[in-house]
């Protein structure tokens, strides 16, 4: 049978490595986090253009849809003539 080490220096290699693991988490979680809220924020403006497309969209069509027959000067006359 082989036993396990239960020296001092084995429980400070635990602890330390413990220690680093919970650091590397902690950064991670940070990391994670920042990400999150920048991809929020581009959700965000990708809504807000896309309606703004949707908006043009329509004053386009507005525009090709309105009447392009050409205008003389007596359509223009006030209307007491």
């Known amino acids: 049978m082989s036993s396990k080490p239960t020296s001092k220096n ?7 490595r413990i220690n680093e693991l919970e650091f590397v988490v902690t950064h991670l979680q940070k990391t994670v986090d920042a990400l999150n809220e920048s991809l929020l924020l581009q959700q965000r403006q990708i809504d807000s253009l896309t309606r703004q497309i949707e908006q043009a969209k329509v004053v386009v069509q507005s525009v090709l849809n309105a009447d392009t027959t050409p205008r ?6 006030p209307p007491h003539y």
């Open 10 to 16: 084995s429980a400070t290699s635990n602890e330390s």
């Open 72 to 77: 003389t000067l007596a359509d223009d006359k």
